[in-house]
């Protein structure tokens, strides 16, 4: 298998095509939006992952909503806009919680929940100048703020039919008690008490599947992953956006419950041939990500990173390194702003949660911070 990065064609140590892999797994989202996994099997690689049609559910949240409406999805009420003046108007129509999006990939950053009118309209004139994105910005989709607990659900596709993983339970702000600004995620915990298998099931049967269907009457054959960010509303469950890739910190404690050869049903599902359902183990994973000071808005980078080996030889406990960088003497050093993910192991959530924070508890750079509320309503 190989893994995907942002620079797989060229910057690392070869060109994707150049690889000999009986599959390929694309890992970051804007390959695949660029259309990696199309060069890829027009040279008769097997991959999973979605080609640039199908990424679209990604790389743009207007096309998303568009193509949620056509297959019945439930999803929140929006409106999509390019120019400022029907875009605040359509905020001043709508209620707290406001929630502005970027059109386009802004590594997970381009999504703005508040309840301040006057902080919406500053975003969405910062996301049309293009001054916070860029191009990815200057479309725009503003919708209702939906309430009530975020899920997660990864569905592994094979074009027509679908499997679930379990849910996660990601939290997105910065601060505990979900305050402060959204970030790429600061940690997340599986399996969640408010979504059990009823839930999941439901989540295949009126979400991916409707969306696979509408794809395909679209000639767009899926074959990856369906990464469905989900509102448990009082009106049942709501689509919030699609992502067309494992994402993190969610994968890190939904993949390693999967108990069964994860490659074969990853091959699988490549091949278009989907026969196999995952087997998950009884276990929880719980995540917490650690954060270089300033993250989100200018992380600090090349702190030396004091305690991994300290940290991993906890029992239940492993490390999953980003924002990381060598150094002198083989040290790490933070080179992004989420660095790590501390991840624990156990048979209840309340296990794994302790197991987690033991081993944040023994790393340090300075400036190191993180939430210290992961998986704590889950884990009573």
């Given at each position: 298998?190989?893994?995907?990065?942002?620079?797989?064609?060229?910057?690392?140590?070869?060109?994707?095509?150049?690889?000999?892999?009986?599959?390929?797994?694309?890992?970051?989202?804007?390959?695949?939006?660029?259309?990696?996994?199309?060069?890829?099997?027009?040279?008769?690689?097997?991959?999973?992952?979605?080609?640039?049609?199908?990424?679209?559910?990604?790389?743009?949240?207007?096309?998303?909503?568009?193509?949620?409406?056509?297959?019945?999805?439930?999803?929140?009420?929006?409106?999509?806009?390019?120019?400022e003046e029907p875009a605040l108007a359509f905020l001043d129509r709508m209620t707290p919680p406001y929630v502005v999006k970027t059109d386009g990939l802004a590594a997970g950053k381009g999504v703005v929940v508040t309840q301040s009118l006057d902080e919406a309209r500053n975003t969405v004139g910062d996301y049309l100048s293009g001054a916070a994105f860029g191009d990815a910005?200057?479309?725009?989709?503003?919708?209702?703020?939906?309430?009530?607990?975020?899920?997660?659900?990864?569905?592994?596709?094979?074009?027509?039919?679908?499997?679930?993983?379990?849910?996660?339970?990601?939290?997105?702000?910065?601060?505990?008690?979900?305050?402060?600004?959204?970030?790429?995620?600061?940690?997340?915990?599986?399996?969640?008490?408010?979504?059990?298998?009823?839930?999941?099931?439901?989540?295949?049967?009126?979400?991916?599947?409707?969306?696979?269907?509408?794809?395909?009457?679209?000639?767009?054959?899926?074959?990856?992953?369906?990464?469905?960010?989900?509102?448990?509303?009082?009106?049942?469950?709501?689509?919030?956006?699609?992502?067309?890739?494992?994402?993190?910190?969610?994968?890190?404690?939904?993949?390693?419950?999967?108990?069964?050869?994860?490659?074969?049903?990853?091959?699988?599902?490549?091949?278009?041939?989907?026969?196999?359902?995952?087997?998950?183990?009884?276990?929880?994973?719980?995540?917490?990500?650690?954060?270089?000071?300033?993250?989100?808005?200018?992380?600090?980078?090349?702190?030396?990173?004091?305690?991994?080996?300290?940290?991993?030889?906890?029992?239940?406990?492993?490390?999953?390194?980003?924002?990381?960088?060598?150094?002198?003497?083989?040290?790490?050093?933070?080179?992004?702003?989420?660095?790590?993910?501390?991840?624990?192991?156990?048979?209840?959530?309340?296990?794994?949660?302790?197991?987690?924070?033991?081993?944040?508890?023994?790393?340090?750079?300075?400036?190191?911070?993180?939430?210290?509320?992961?998986?704590?309503?889950?884990?009573?």
């Amino acid at each position: 298998m190989s893994g995907g990065n942002p620079g797989i064609e060229g910057s690392t140590t070869a060109p994707a095509s150049e690889i000999d892999a009986d599959l390929f797994v694309i890992g970051p989202e804007a390959p695949l939006v660029g259309g990696i996994a199309d060069r890829l099997r027009a040279d008769g690689k097997l991959v999973f992952g979605p080609g640039a049609d199908g990424a679209r559910l990604e790389g743009s949240k207007a096309w998303m909503k568009e193509l949620l409406s056509d297959a019945g999805v439930p999803t929140a009420r929006h409106g999509v806009f390019t120019t400022e003046e029907p875009a605040l108007a359509f905020l001043d129509r709508m209620t707290p919680p406001y929630v502005v999006k970027t059109d386009g990939l802004a590594a997970g950053k381009g999504v703005v929940v508040t309840q301040s009118l006057d902080e919406a309209r500053n975003t969405v004139g910062d996301y049309l100048s293009g001054a916070a994105f860029g191009d990815a910005g200057r479309r725009l989709v503003i919708e209702e703020g939906l309430v009530g607990p975020e899920i997660s659900v990864f569905a592994i596709c094979d074009g027509t039919r679908a499997v679930g993983l379990p849910p996660a339970q990601d939290h997105k702000r910065i601060g505990d008690g979900d305050t402060g600004p959204n970030t790429g995620g600061m940690g997340a915990y599986s399996p969640v008490p408010v979504a059990p298998q009823h839930v999941v099931d439901d989540v295949l049967d009126r979400f991916i599947l409707p969306t696979l269907a509408t794809l395909s009457g679209r000639g767009i054959d899926y074959r990856g992953v369906l990464f469905a960010g989900l509102m448990l509303t009082a009106d049942g469950p709501k689509m919030l956006e699609y992502n067309v890739r494992f994402g993190d910190p969610e994968c890190q404690v939904v993949v390693p419950l999967v108990d069964s050869d994860l490659a074969q049903l990853l091959a699988q599902a490549a091949a278009g041939d989907l026969t196999s359902s995952p087997k998950i183990s009884s276990d929880a994973m719980v995540s917490v990500v650690l954060a270089a000071e300033h993250y989100p808005l200018l992380p600090r980078t090349g702190d030396v990173i004091e305690g991994l080996d300290e940290a991993r030889a906890i029992d239940g406990v492993t490390i999953c390194c980003a924002g990381v960088a060598s150094g002198p003497q083989g040290r790490l050093l933070t080179a992004g702003g989420r660095v790590l993910s501390v991840c624990g192991r156990g048979p209840t959530i309340a296990i794994a949660r302790e197991r987690a924070y033991a081993g944040v508890s023994a790393i340090s750079w300075p400036g190191m911070h993180f939430r210290t509320d992961i998986a704590a309503s889950a884990a009573t």
